[in-house]
């Protein structure tokens, strides 16, 4: 199976070429003018440019840099809230219905109602990027922190361990991969949250560019930072997968099972 | 100790609310006053703001400028609302709406118009497969504009009045401008409501056999009609008189130099509005009255036709919506 | 039992406490674009005729395109998981189709769906797509080895280990999944109606800004949520109802 782990090595390229390579064909096919739906090369070409002149890439760093930030920000809320929930019944219970509640409403719904309250700028990012990343930290990490077994916390109990110690050294890294299963999903859609605001009310970033770009009639561009933005999700969780290997990586090894 | 945490927590929640809170005002107090915060959606007429910026004719008036893009009339109006641009510049719709529904905005220099007979910068245009010939062909048929409670819906339903139709004789889509050539290439709209520079790219599409069916937002352009306005809120227009002359006095003095410099008005379409070279060259300014000045009566117009076809309820006085300057 | 409802009721001044700093932020405003919840309720009376006709418009599509997704999607994911060298390089296709978010495709889908409703369909059984995918393909992928040399000692033959022991120790990951899925597809929904807006709620939504009756739209907001919050019961309940045993395995022994 020599040839098998050099695809999977190669993975990356495979998928781009896959990728490129379809849709090169249905340009080839000419299904569409080519007007709206430029071919590969023109593609690059448009992006070169836009890299070589510096603007995609600050905007790439502003969008990317709002996800991360984000994306940490409502981990850390949702695990606060997840720890919370643990700690109190009433609380977990009144936490559960604010997050049925508020968790089916998609981000394009809040933004156009948003911008009136919080305006164009910092708020109105931090409000809708929390309201929709918070959930899957937080649900993943209840669950978790519930589904620690009772064995591992009455050995702590037996050590003599307090509420707090056994919060932080028991259950909290009995729960991270989970917490961390989470997190990787959150991160998706913190990404997507972003450039969502970006383009609906955004003044910067990779979803104002794309805006932008359409209303010049330059196609091309557009579709060059349409690959950007799938980029971007490739690189947010070989982040994700990189953190949660330095945290948990103790749990990935005892996981590893001979085949 | 639960009861500790919860008590700790809420405190902790609260006081973050707080610190935030007062920073936000810190931050809103120490803005200066010089300072003018202009939220904008980019269209041809505001090619001169961006222009005067660019030769530094608002910091030779003492006035320091910020310009905001935003993505339409509306969010144009939040960023007013929500305190976070000072100025703002659209289609005269969308303030006429946020007032009716509270926004307490004035507008008060209008820099385009239309009028008949060739000095229109909407229309509405059909492809050749949907076999529109005119505006009575639409009936029953797809067409598409780009926001709801803007200039487009605007000028299909007055053009549909004046054929004898409605809205309802009509499947209307809300679609954003760039998609529509494709749109109606592929033909998933038959007809649809365009400005520069999308029009002229449709025009220009052979493929697409285009047939202009209307042009002029409204039927009636005997007249001139305003087809953009700058305004501000009440607070800040009645807080800020001096600069407000001044940002007019600015613009007048770009407006002015634009159309008496080509080379200048196509490098400043180029640069601005990102446009190829080659499209600059068509590219016009859409002015016909040198005077940037708004009068209820012009805004009384607009309140007509939009009351005429139903988008609001009447009676409505022009007047109100007009903050008048002197520049 | 009795301490159950207790902790229900108490839950809920939580929620409460909220909706009362919002009214009392909403009465400091004094604004229209910022409502209260008073101003929301009333324009959900005022509003809820038309919202409640949009609102069927939108599940209806939303049903269609997770219809769609469930057919092609687990499938593939079953087949990508067993089929472990495609699995595994094709990942970070799945990773960057995921991140795509649907403003950003649907000019692109538009191309070749058009603005009605198979354009919206087809958004919406890409946005259901990646949950189920990932799941069926993590689930088929992962099963448990220790299953799988169960099947052998019992000499099962090929059919019967995958209806056996493969499809019922991976449904639970792909209910995971379907439950992700049915939540995307309404949040993509809407979305999808908000940006070609024909009819549907998010159509109503986008008017409703468009003529600041901010109001009135946090009214559809309302509507959505609880077309979320009654539609998730509901496969709550289908999953508890299904997958007894996997729940009655995963309680901790007490």
């Known amino acids: 199976m020599n040839w098998a782990i050099w695809a999977e090595r190669l993975r990356v390229p495979i998928c781009a070429a896959l990728l490129l390579g379809a849709w090169q064909l249905v340009y080839a096919l000419g299904v569409v003018p080519e007007k709206y739906f430029p071919s590969i090369p023109t593609i690059a070409t448009a992006f070169w440019a836009m890299l070589n002149d510096g603007t995609v890439l600050s905007a790439w760093a502003v969008t ?196 | ?92 719709v969308p303030p006429i709406n946020g007032r009716l529904n509270g926004v307490p905005i004035k507008m008060f220099l209008q820099l385009s118009q239309e009028v008949d007979p060739d000095k229109k910068y909407t229309w509405l245009v059909a492809s050749g497969a949907s076999g529109i010939k005119d505006m009575a062909g639409v009936k029953g048929k797809k067409i598409a504009f780009n926001a709801n409670g803007g200039l487009c819906e605007l000028m299909w339903c007055d053009h549909l009045a004046a054929t004898g139709l409605t809205i309802d004789d009509v499947r209307p889509v809300v679609l954003p401008f760039p998609e529509q050539e494709a749109a109606l290439e592929q033909g998933n709209i038959d007809a649809t409501c365009a400005i520069n520079p999308f029009y002229s790219s449709i025009s220009g599409n052979t493929a697409l056999a285009p047939v202009t069916i209307a042009a002029g937002t409204l039927h009636d352009l005997t007249q001139p009609l305003m087809n953009d306005a700058l305004f501000a809120s009440d607070d800040w227009l009645a807080a800020n008189g001096e600069a407000v002359v001044k940002v007019a006095q600015v613009m007048d003095k770009a407006r002015h130099e634009l159309l008496g410099n080509r080379a200048a008005l196509e490098g400043a379409a180029v640069q601005f509005m990102e446009l190829t070279p080659e499209a600059a060259k068509a590219f016009n300014l859409p002015i016909v009255k040198e005077s940037m000045a708004i009068t209820g009566a012009d805004v009384q117009r607009i309140l007509d036709a939009m009351i005429a076809t139903g988008m609001q309820p009447g009676p409505l006085n022009g007047a109100d919506f007009v903050a008048e300057v002197k520049y | 039992m009795k301490r159950e409802t207790r902790i229900a009721l108490l839950g809920l001044l939580v929620p409460l406490g909220i909706v009362i700093l919002w009214q009392i932020a909403a009465l400091l405003q004094k604004t229209p674009l910022f409502p209260g919840p008073g101003k929301v309720v009333v324009a959900i009376w005022d509003n809820y005729p038309v919202i409640l006709h949009q609102l069927g418009i939108t599940l209806r599509r939303a049903s269609a395109g997770f219809a769609v997704a469930v057919v092609t999607m687990i499938p593939l994911g079953i087949f990508l998981g067993r089929v472990r060298v495609v699995g595994k390089v094709l990942e970070p296709l799945m990773d960057m189709l995921a991140t795509l978010p649907p403003p950003a495709i649907i000019p692109l889908v538009m191309l070749f769906a058009g603005t009605g409703d198979w354009a919206k369909i087809v958004i919406i059984a890409y946005a259901a797509a990646v949950p189920l995918l990932m ?120």
Do not use: C
Not at chain 1, 99 to 119: H, K, N, R
Not at chain 3, 143 to 149: Q, V
Not at chain 3, 166 to 181: H, Q
């Open chain 3, 135 to 254: 799941n069926s393909y993590e689930a088929s992928h992962s099963i448990n080895p220790m299953l799988s040399r169960v099947a052998k000692s019992l000499h099962l033959s090929r059919l019967e280990t995958m209806r056996l022991i493969d499809w019922p120790s991976s449904l639970p990951m792909i209910a995971t999944g379907a439950r992700l899925a049915i939540a995307s597809s309404l949040l993509v929904s809407v979305t999808s109606e908000m940006l070609l807006s024909t009819n549907g709620i998010g159509t109503y939504l986008q008017r409703s800004q468009e003529n600041f009756r901010i109001d009135a739209g946090l009214a559809g907001i309302a509507f959505i949520s609880l077309a979320g919050v009654l539609v998730n019961a509901g496969v709550f309940r289908l999953e508890k109802k299904w997958l007894f045993w996997h729940y009655r395995d995963q309680r901790p022994a007490e």
């Open chain 2, 1 to 92: 100790m639960a009861k500790f945490i919860r008590r700790a927590v809420l405190g902790g929640v609260l006081s973050g609310v707080a610190i935030a809170t007062v920073l936000a005002s810190t931050i809103a107090a120490s803005a200066e006053d010089t300072k003018v915060r202009i939220a904008y959606f980019l269209a041809d007429s505001m090619l001169p703001a961006l222009y005067a910026q660019e030769k530094g004719y608002f910091a030779a008036a003492g006035i320091a400028p910020e310009f905001i893009a935003v993505q339409g009339g509306p969010a144009v109006v939040a960023a007013i609302a929500s305190g976070e641009a000072d100025i703002g510049y659209s289609s005269p």
């Open chain 1, 64 to 259: 990317f840099g709002r996800a991360t930030v984000g994306l940490i920000g409502a981990a850390l809320l949702g695990v606060a809230l997840a720890i919370i929930s643990d700690l109190s019944p009433v609380l977990s219970r009144g936490i559960r219905y604010i997050s049925d509640v508020l968790q089916p409403i998609p981000p394009a719904a809040f933004v156009p109602m948003a911008v009136f309250m919080l305006g164009l700028g910092t708020k109105l990012y931090a409000f809708v990027i929390i309201l929709v990343t918070i959930w899957p930290p937080y649900l993943n990490g209840v669950a978790a922190l519930a589904g620690v077994g009772s064995v591992q916390l009455n050995t702590g109990r037996m050590f003599g361990l307090t509420n707090w110690q056994l919060l932080w050294q028991v259950k909290l890294p009995a729960a991270l991969p989970e917490i961390f299963t989470g997190i990787r999903y959150a991160a998706t859609i913190s990404l997507i949250a972003v450039i969502v605001a970006e383009m609906l009310a955004g003044r910067d970033g990779i979803g104002f560019m794309i805006f932008k770009k359409a209303f010049a009639l330059r196609t091309p561009e557009v579709f060059g930072l349409m690959f950007l933005v799938g980029l971007n999700g490739v690189l947010l969780n070989g982040l994700v997968n990189l953190l949660r290997q330095g945290l948990t990586g103790w749990h990935i090894k005892m996981m590893e099972r001979p085949e």
